[in-house]
């Protein structure tokens, strides 16, 4: 058995009185599509936010690739490998398309402290970007400030960022929210496509979707797991049926 | 940088180096003060325009390095040469110390500067041993290394206007790269610069220190042209203006600080040829700037200039 | 140890003086997320009324009413013509609202001149009274003090025993959710500012029967009305009770102790507070 590309031990949140993640453990494969779903308010963001670095879980413990990232500040696990997107656009309205791509390629390195060279002069930066662009079906738009593009495209920024240093853990956060049905059908056939190099958790709401794309699924209630097994098992489960689609 | 901004860029330079041969020693000074002012605006834009921080202290370090500097000379006899570099380096020093403040953010920011220049005039308007409180520091002599002296305003001038071009040519360079990308970044959405890997602290601090430094550089500059210094060159006065000619000019742009310098001090000297109020009319044209022009005369001057439907290119 | 009591008796009506500034600057902050840097601005002009008030009718209380009248007139055009425009940006509100001080500072000036200016205050108020240990003390920083004390208690039961208290601090901790329970929030700011700018108008009055007014007075007092806010917590009026003392008791101390140093004395207990506690002793955690 490799080691899992994701380990979380009875990891646990609470905000004051509430739990928001209650005793969650899970193990993610190398090389796996797992995907996160459970009705409002189950704790997936928050369980995102522990595994990203954003919030410190109050209990429990994380690895990633065998190494303990449990207390490891959000820009130290970026450096370890871990790629994410947001469920709430989170690009840089005010600069161009370039510039997105070119911090998060300088995210990690040693040249976001570079103080002379021109970012603008850079061609390695420059012709990453347009292939990367490319590959999710945004082209031409890379001296474009990000304010004028759609949402659609934004979106489609957001997985850039998070694609462009190949990630070993990609985490996607509802990567098709507030997408139309076209748009949402294009960026699923993208993130399908994506190498299995890079391992991925993703939450999605949209129960096709999840099912077209997951390996496994893993269901939260109320912060803490309620069941996980393949997606037809998911689907047939009569408890996950009630919580999940009776609130719909 | 493209070609009218080059040409226009190439003519200013041109204008400014031949003021001295076609207007008389007044104007001349004035532009010294504009450049020197302008350089202290720069120097606060650096954290406004590009890292989104509003900073109420660098007039702080333009006064320590100008006191620094003037104490050492009349006091101790120190040489220019010597001087000099003392007084830019107590200037920064405080901007390592003040520094800190980057541990806070948008209002909280604004107060913590706001005290740490008041602080610093405090010092000057009561430590009066060290800074002569109220009456300054005075008799400053003129800048000199060695044997060579600056014996006249047009001189001393050309100096100046040698340093800005330096400081411009090296800041231009310093905001178009990565350093500078990743303080619009944490301006426009520091949480995303911390998942990309970013530490938003570290950026900042390594910011403000640059601009104590452009600010100390400024002050020097400013103790040798006007041959003293007091308290007031640290009041809240100076700390405030030194950001609002930035705004007025253009905040984010290289030339923006010192069009709201010229813009500032011309009017205050215009002004108050006739009438007493220039206060009264700075007021105004503050007012008028968040109202009708938030991107100041450089933003005035590029929506002016950009033909309608090229909307969405930077 | 009567030097120690006399400068804790300074810094207590100091304190009073500070505190009705400082708690309509931390209330419409804390509110409406309005950095206003004219707020001293409200303190000159009401000083400066109340002066020719007091002046021409002999009448104190006139003029304290008058001083507060001017305060709140002029917030009002601020807050409809200048502020109102400015939304949550707040670096165009400190741009703004100094520009607005200038104006107003400098007119002050062209109209009142540059000398400072004692406002007359009632004969009764003018003399000293005897207090223990010793201490004789003018019965003006008495008054102070008590109009202090009175407004912070008034000020006290409006918030924390009213409905309209209830409904701005609802405001202060959530100003999204209020709107949504369908309380005018309009309204709501209308009357913290007219009571901030009042009471500006008011201390201004005050003040310049203990300090004189003067030009360049209403930056002063800001700065310090600015440092008992952050001390006490942007947004909390214990907060600013509690900072009002502690900056004016600093204040006097330091003067009297380390008079070269006096400001930093103030100064710099403050920023080192806000680099470690940026929300002051009593402000919430959600200011930004």
Redesign the interface.
Known sequence: MSTPALSLRAVTKNFGGLRAVSDVSLEVAPGERRVIIGPNGAGKTSLFHCI???IQPSSGVIECFGEDITHL???QR??KGVG?T?QIS???????VL?NV???M???QG??????????RMQHVRDKAEEELTRVGLTGKT???VK?LSYGERRQLELV?ALVNSPRLLLLDEPCAGLSPAERQRLSAIIRDLPRTITMLMIEHDMDVALALADRVTVLNRGAMMLEGSAQEVRMNPQVREVYFGQV | MNQTNRIALVLLLGLALLLPQMAGTYWVTLSTQMLIFGMLALSADLL?GHAGL?SLCHAAFFAVSAYTTAILQVRYGVSGAAAVPAGILAGTLLGTLFG??V??????F???T???G??I???G?????LTGGDSGITNVPAPALGDLKVTNASQFYYLVLAVVVIVLIVYQ??V???????L??I???E?????????PGA?LYTAFVISSFMASVAGVLYVYLNRFVNPVTAS??NN?EAV?MA?VGGSGTLLGPFIGAGLVLGLRNWVSTFF?????V??????A???WA?GGVVGLVRRLMSPAGK???? | MNSFILQTFNGISYAALLFLLASGFTLT?GLMRI?NMAHGSYYLLGGYIGLVVAKTTGNFALALLAGGAAGALLGFVADKV?IK??GED???Q???T??????????AL?VWGGDAQKLPIPMIMRGVVELPFDIVYPIFRVFLTSVGIAVAVLLWILYRKTQIGAAIRAGVDDREMVSATGIHVDRLFIIVSALASFLAGFSGVLGGAFLTVYPGAE?EIL?FA??VV?VGG?GSLEGAMIGALIVGLLDAYGRWLL??????VL??P??IL???R?RGLFGTAN??
């Open positions: 990203s670095g954003v500040a959000e820009a970026t450096l994410r947001f989170s690009v840089f309205v005010d600069l161009t510039e070119a911090l998060a300088l995210g990690i040249a976001k402290w570079g103080m002379w060279s021109s970012v603008a001296d474009v400030m004028s960022l | 406004l509003f800190l403040s541990r806070t953010r948008g209002v909280y604004i107060l913590v706001l005290a740490m008041y602080i005039w405090g010092v308007y009561r430590w009066t041993a360079r310093l178009s790269s990565a350093f500078g990308l990743a619009r970044g301006k426009t959405g949480p995303r610069m911390r998942s990309l890997g970013f530490q950026h809240l006065h405030v609002l705004i007493e109020l220039h206060l009264v700075m007021g105004l044209v503050f007012i700037v968040v109202i938030p909307e969405g290119q930077s | 902050f950095v200048l425009r400015t707040h670096l165009a400190v741009l703004i100094t520009g607005l001080a200038y104006v107003v500072g400098d007119l062209k930056w700065v600015l440092v952050i942007l008079p070269e140093m006096s400001y930093f100064f710099g403050m920023a806000l680099l470690f940026p200011m930004t």
